[in-house]
């Protein structure tokens, strides 16, 4: 059972429109959640995090909004670059970070 | 600071040989994660360690599998004997904080084929 989704495998966006990746997830314990990004032949770096304390956090050009009722969060990325182009993968922790389970992932494509 | 080294980058090797995979985390770092990635299952956790100490190893895939820390600076998966579908990406990655709520450094990986 996932406990964390993505369910869009892959997105295109036009450069200079937003980009909103979606993210859900099924425990209610989770309290932390990070988003990371990974081109090929890399591994994923860290982009932005939030807690549950909070519904909104702002870094530069991303956005993570989370709806702790409804278990969903996303990613805005406003005005997306074509170097925004990568794997963004959604992850959750609980409080102590004993379980933390990362999403499957979407693939973001920016068309210039 | 170099980051996490992984090695070796890629390694091919024969259905039943033994893989040892190596990583150097964070200097400082108090947890160290292994990983796959695969088409199908995406990035999955293996087994993470906290103080060099195996806290969550529920995601090692099987026997075949076994993981060691032993000091702060260094860790091994291996697998024995390999199969053709243990091929994938092998991350490693460390943390500066205990478990998976903190920014989590990753290294390049190591892409595995078993023929």
């Known amino acids: 059972d996932q406990q964390v989704k993505q369910n869009s495998p892959s997105l295109s966006v036009q450069e200079g429109r937003i980009s909103i990746l979606n993210c859900d997830y099924t425990n209610s314990m989770f309290d932390y959640f990070l988003w990371y990004k990974k081109y090929p032949a890399e591994g994923p770096t860290f982009l932005i995090s939030i807690s549950s304390i909070k519904d909104k956090n702002e870094d530069g050009r991303f956005t993570v909004f989370l709806n702790k009722s409804a278990k969903h969060l996303s990613l805005h990325i406003v005005p997306s670059q074509p170097g925004d182009s990568a794997v963004y993968f959604c992850?959750?922790?609980?409080?102590?970070?004993?379980?933390?389970?990362f999403g499957p992932g979407t693939r973001l494509s920016v068309l210039p | 600071d170099a980051g996490v080294i992984q090695s070796p980058r890629h390694e091919v090797t024969e259905m039943g040989q033994e893989v040892t995979l190596r990583c150097k985390p964070i200097s400082g770092h108090n947890s160290l994660f292994w990983y796959r990635q695969t088409m199908m299952r995406g990035l999955e956790l293996l087994i993470y360690?906290?103080?060099?100490?195996?806290?969550?190893d529920s995601g090692m895939p099987e026997d075949r599998f076994s993981a060691k820390m032993p000091n702060a600076s260094f860790s091994t998966l291996k697998i024995q004997p390999s199969e053709p579908r243990d091929s994938a990406v092998y991350f490693c990655?460390?943390?500066?904080?205990?478990?998976?709520?903190?920014?989590?450094?990753f290294g390049p990986g190591t892409r595995l084929t078993v023929l």
């Open positions: 990655a460390s943390s500066a904080t205990s478990g998976g709520a903190d920014e989590q450094f």
């Open positions: 992850a959750a922790s609980d409080d102590y970070g004993q379980n933390f389970v």
């Open positions: 360690f906290n103080n060099n100490v195996p806290i969550d």
